[in-house]
């Protein structure tokens, strides 16, 4: 079993960034009203997934934003702590408040502000569009970018290190053929 395999094998949660990863780091500003952030199907699906099978997943933003709120809210998202300063102080408090070791977290980041939270989890993961700090601070480097099914890619290579990807498509698939 490699390195990277042993790691994923003990994740209890994903914890991501918003923007540059759960976005495409975007943003555009109409001329009224509040900034529009756009959000990848495939990541919401894949959230889902993994907390059918018990994978958490928590957001850790150093902006505030109504519409992620709202999507974390639409995917029983429970995590969402937003208006961050320091990322590392966050995730520890996250991690205490959950009773979940660092070594069980695995923290997606894209840019130079993610690294310290990096540096303390048991999996460092970096979107495919991450600037090259963050790539050769990661552990696996997603081959989509931030906004652009990252997550999900992510998500898929945890479960499957756990051998529960296969658990998470059949059930999911059976609960579709049931409704």
Same mark, same amino acid.
């Given at each position: ?5 042993? *790691? ?36 919401? &699906? ?5 907390? *059918?099978?018990? &994978? =958490? ?12 709120? *709202?999507?974390?809210? =639409? &995917? ?27 070594? =069980? ?9 993610? &690294?310290?939270?990096? =540096? ?43 051998? *529960? ?15």
């Amino acid at each position: 079993m490699s390195d990277l395999q042993e *790691r994923l094998a003990k994740i209890k949660a994903l914890v991501i960034d918003a923007d540059g990863v759960l976005t495409d780091g975007g943003i555009l500003f109409p001329e009224v009203g509040q900034a529009v952030v756009r959000f990848h199907i495939q990541d919401g &699906l894949g959230i889902v997934l993994a907390r *059918r099978v018990g &994978l =958490e997943v928590a957001v850790l933003s150093g902006r505030s934003r109504i519409a992620l709120a *709202r999507r974390a809210e =639409e &995917l029983g998202m429970t995590e969402v702590i937003q208006g961050v300063h320091n990322k590392v102080q966050a995730l520890r408090a996250l991690a205490a408040r959950r009773r979940w070791a660092l070594l =069980e977290i695995a923290y997606m980041g894209d840019d130079l502000n993610d &690294l310290p939270a990096m =540096e303390i989890v048991g999996a460092a993961l970096a979107v495919a569009n991450a600037v090259e700090e963050v790539k050769r601070a990661a552990h696996w480097v997603a081959g989509k970018s931030g906004g652009e099914g990252a997550v999900r890619e992510a998500i898929e290579v945890i479960l499957s290190a756990q051998g *529960r990807w296969e658990e998470a498509v059949r059930g999911y698939l059976e609960h579709l053929r049931n409704l």
